[in-house]
């Protein structure tokens, strides 16, 4: 037998569908899946606050949100929890050892490498501390005060550096994403990603919007018309809930 990996020849032991090269890679993918998704989630956080900390004080501008990215994320997930054997409760050895006796082996890995690559390239390494915003907080002599607000990876509260102000991180999130610039994406795109950012809404509803001409596409990449994530947070605020 030989390795299902693509392009890889190595002969295996009968039943085995993956070389003990691969399986290697297989283990370390699957050590390293939670760590990639939170650094991942991490930078398009950031990406965000950066643009958006201030209300509107002309901050310099840096790339906008980007829901793809976000989507690409959300997918490597998806995949990586589609198989309950890549996260098992037996070591990631024992785990992979099991996966590698399927002939789909090797193509599976190499899908979910694609997805990590894909997610990963969109990512640059997060800063230690993340920079949630400008502090809303005053100096003494009352001038807005000059701090941001800060926080590490896996805090509730961010606080400023240069005064006792602190922030909830969800909280001061949802309120930025009033004034976000997200670039236009595709509809199933904006409805992930801003379900990604804790924003519920339902895609029947946004389709809805769209089929009525209350959501109007900011755009089009060939036929498929993109929509603004702003429009669609405007229409939930100026709707109640409904089914
Ligand atoms: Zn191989
Ligand atoms: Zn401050």
């Not at 793809?68 to 054997?85: C, G, K, Q």
């Not at 599976?108 to 997610?119: D, G, P, V």
């Not at 701090?147 to 805090?155: F, H, V």
Request: charged share 20%.
């Amino acid at each position: 037998m030989t390795c299902t990996y693509p392009q890889c020849e190595t002969a295996t032991t009968p039943g085995i569908h993956l070389c003990a090269p691969h399986q290697g890679a297989f283990v370390a993918l699957l050590d390293r899946a939670g760590e990639q998704v939170a650094t991942a989630r991490e930078t398009v956080a950031k990406q965000g606050s950066n643009t958006a900390g201030g209300g509107g004080g002309g901050s310099v501008s840096s790339a906008p949100v980007n829901l793809t990215a976000m989507v690409l994320v959300d997918e490597y997930v998806r995949l990586i929890e589609a198989d309950p054997r890549h996260l098992g409760p037996e070591p990631t050895v024992e785990r992979v050892r099991v996966l590698a006796r399927s002939s789909s082996a090797g193509p599976t890995l190499a899908h979910l490498e694609r997805a990590e690559a894909r997610m990963m390239a969109v990512c640059e390494r997060p800063a230690d501390w993340l920079i949630l915003g400008d502090c809303a907080g005053t100096t003494e002599d009352g001038a807005p005060c000059p701090g941001q607000y800060r926080y590490q990876t896996g805090d509730t509260v961010a606080r400023c550096r240069k005064c006792p102000y602190e922030v909830s991180v969800d909280e001061y999130r949802r309120w930025q994403l009033r004034g976000v610039p997200f670039a236009p994406a595709r509809l199933t795109d904006v409805v992930r990603g801003l379900g990604a950012l804790g924003v519920a809404v339902r895609m029947n509803t946004v389709k809805s919007w769209a089929h009525r001409g209350r959501l109007v596409p900011a755009g089009f990449h060939g036929a498929v018309p993109l929509y603004r994530a702003g429009d669609v947070l405007d229409l939930l605020e100026s709707k109640p809930v409904a089914a």
